[in-house]
């Protein structure tokens, strides 16, 4: 590609992997350039006036957090993402208050539906490129998943995930338990694993 398509090429290298219509103008980059480069497959658009660079790090995240902003990653996701597990995992785990419906994503997602009243326990916000960002539960809370879902998740994942923890500087067992109150189901495995593990 020469000429005008370099240029825009360029242009396109400037902005951030994710970024807004308005973003793209004050970059230089027009209507047509960007629906050019979308046919050119250089871009897609991940919900209407937000654009993604082909091949841009974390594109499933951002196609998430783009589509549903409440979407936060949860169980062996957010565990590997606090490096209390060493899987990869080829899915994202994510989380939705219960009754919110899942967006469409080319992402290899798998959806969790958690209760409304404790959904936001221990959530924080995960950074993205273009100023998007996705819920990240804390390690905590992740342990808690864990343990209460570990008819699903297996147990192994749940003890796992408790010993790295522990080995942490940050662990504070007092306040893993008061987080765990929230949580009926889990409690009661996760006090007696923590009674064998200290």
Not at 76 to 93: G, K, M, W
Not at 153 to 174: D, F, I, V, Y
Request: with cysteine; proline share 6%.
């Amino acid at each position: 590609m020469t000429g005008r398509g370099t240029v825009t090429t360029e242009l396109l290298r400037a902005l951030p992997p994710a970024f807004t219509f308005a973003q793209a103008r004050q970059g230089g980059l027009s209507e047509r350039n960007l629906r050019e480069l979308r046919e050119l497959g250089r871009l897609e658009t991940l919900v209407r006036g937000i654009y993604l660079r082909s091949g841009a790090a974390d594109a499933d995240l951002l196609q998430i957090a783009a589509r549903t902003p409440e979407a936060t990653l949860c169980l062996r996701s957010a565990l590997a993402r606090h490096e209390l597990i060493d899987d990869i995992p080829f899915e994202i785990d994510l989380a939705l208050p219960r009754g919110k419906r899942q967006p469409a994503t080319t992402a290899p997602a798998r959806w969790h539906h958690f209760d409304a009243d404790t959904f936001h326990l221990g959530q924080g916000r995960l950074s993205l490129a273009g100023g998007l960002s996705i819920g990240l539960y804390s390690p905590e809370r992740c342990i808690v998943d864990a343990f209460r879902l570990r008819h699903l998740e297996g147990t192994e994942l749940a003890h796992q995930s408790l010993k790295a923890w522990l080995r942490t500087r940050h662990a504070q067992p007092a306040a893993l338990l008061r987080l765990a109150k929230s949580f009926p189901k889990g409690e009661p495995s996760l006090r007696q694993a923590l009674e064998l593990l200290l």
